[in-house]
């Protein structure tokens, strides 16, 4: 979170699936600024814990990403999260044609091999200014697998700069 905010007090800030709100705990904990922030979640439950936590300038918004991102005018400077790993074939109908849509838009190729965690790169690329930044928890299939091709593509066009960063250890569950 610190290197996305990098000592900005005005940035318009996504937490594109925010669960319990991991993310937002740690802007109220470390006392980041920002202008604002907005925590979208699907989950019921998830999005009312999230909603729970005291941060000034924060909208929890309990909805579907993919329809969130086809929705929105708004633009943002940060996304940072942990997007959801789920397949498409475990994807509710409306989710699979809301995330064709993002494909589609970023003219892309959606397929039945697609990860959730894919669209949700794809789509807050799309919601960010011209200079803003994207730093999100990815599986390291990005780098191998064939169905992430055309995302490596798309990234190393749409970004002036990628950083990664690995870990030796497991550092989720």
């Given at each position: 979170?610190?290197?996305?905010?990098?000592?900005?007090?005005?940035?318009?800030?996504?937490?594109?699936?925010?669960?319990?709100?991991?993310?937002?705990?740690?802007?109220?904990?470390?006392?980041?600024?920002?202008?604002?922030?907005?925590?979208?979640?699907?989950?019921?439950?998830?999005?009312?814990?999230?909603?729970?936590?005291?941060?000034?300038?924060?909208?929890?918004?309990?909805?579907d990403f993919h329809l969130y991102c086809n929705e929105t005018t708004q633009r943002f400077d940060l996304v940072v999260g942990n997007p959801p790993y789920i397949r498409y074939q475990y994807f509710q109908e409306e989710q699979q044609n809301e995330a064709i849509k993002v494909f589609n838009r970023a003219k892309l190729k959606y397929s039945k091999l697609t990860n959730a965690w894919v669209s949700f790169v794809v789509g807050s690329s799309l919601l960010l200014k011209e200079k803003g930044k994207i730093g999100f928890v990815i599986p390291a299939e990005l780098l191998q697998v064939s169905y992430a091709q055309q995302l490596r593509e798309f990234l190393a066009h749409f970004y002036n700069k990628i950083n990664i960063i690995s870990f030796e250890k497991v550092g989720f569950p």
């Open positions: 979170m610190k290197w996305g905010i990098n000592g900005s007090s005005d940035y318009e800030i996504l937490e594109p699936s925010c669960g319990d709100g991991v993310f937002l705990e740690q802007l109220r904990e470390n006392n980041h600024k920002f202008k604002s922030v907005t925590a979208i979640e699907f989950d019921d439950v998830e999005a009312e814990k999230a909603e729970k936590i005291k941060l000034n300038n924060k909208d929890v918004i309990n909805t």
